[in-house]
T-cell receptor, first 107, second 117 residues
Framework: SNSVKQTGQITVSEGASVTMNCTYT??????LFWYVEYPSKPLQLLQRETMENSKNFGGGNIKDKNSPIVKYSVQVSDSAVYYCLLGCSGANSKLTFGKGITLSVRP | NAGVTQTPKFQVLKTGQSMTLQCAQDMNHNSMYWYRQDPGMGLRLIYY???????DKGEVPNGYNVSRLNKREFSLRLESAAPSQTSVYFCASSEGRSSVFALYGYTFGSGTRLTVV
């Protein structure tokens, strides 16, 4: 089965770098998306990782079942909920949402 | 601005009332989706439409109906609202006709916050 695991909440100080992890299991060919949700705004696409464009984002890699997103020198305005989405193509194409990571940035 | 437009943004219903949530996209996308977002649950798919004229159930379809009116519009109807349907509802669209999974991602609307009392 397909599943996505994200840690629930991260609090950091302004100027810090933060890595938000997304680990997954899948039965098909995976694509990982990261979306950010700001209050009263549409979810926005931040990052898309596939087996073809796979990179080591913050030490993780989709081929290793881990597709993190890294934000450098965060600002208070980066406080939001960050969602990881797993899409799997194949006979049983499916999209699975993670439960989201709430990032809080202190001034 | 190109994108996905949802109306209304907020709504309060009494148990048993009906209403329709509207969604329209102007990007000429083929596929459209309705999700609900609940605390601790992430987003869950209610219904989707891979192309004009087709609709399919998602993960949590009970208590909802949908209509793909044309390529632009995809509405979600609650026939008899229940408190369990209190949620934030998101509409999304994507290119392609690939059922549930959009290879290049989704464009989301701003959401409709629905409260059923």
């Amino acid at each position: 089965s397909n599943s996505v695991k994200q840690t629930g909440q991260i609090t950091v100080s302004e100027g810090a770098s933060v890595t938000m992890n997304c680990t997954y299991t899948s039965t098909g060919y995976p694509t990982l998306f990261w979306y950010v949700e700001y209050p009263s705004k549409p979810l926005q696409l931040l990052q898309r990782e596939t087996m073809e464009n796979s990179k080591n984002f913050g030490g993780g890699n989709i081929k290793d079942k881990n597709s993190p997103i890294v934000k450098y020198s965060v600002q208070v305005s980066d406080s939001a909920v960050y969602y990881c989405l797993l899409g799997c193509s194949g006979a049983n194409s499916k999209l699975t949402f993670g439960k989201g990571i709430t990032l809080s940035v202190r001034p | 601005n190109a994108g996905v437009t949802q109306t209304p943004k907020f709504q309060v219903l009494k148990t048993g009332q009906s209403m329709t949530l509207q969604c329209a996209q102007d990007m000429n996308h083929n596929s459209m989706y309705w999700y609900r977002q609940d605390p601790g649950m992430g987003l869950r798919l209610i219904y989707y439409s891979a192309s004009e004229g087709t609709t399919d159930k998602g993960e949590v379809p009970n208590g909802y109906n949908v209509s793909r009116l044309n390529k632009r519009e995809f509405s979600l109807r609650l026939e008899s609202a229940a408190p369990s349907q209190t949620s934030v509802y998101f509409c999304a669209s994507s290119e392609g006709r690939s059922s549930v999974f959009a290879l290049y991602g989704y464009t989301f609307g701003s959401g409709t916050r629905l409260t059923v009392v």
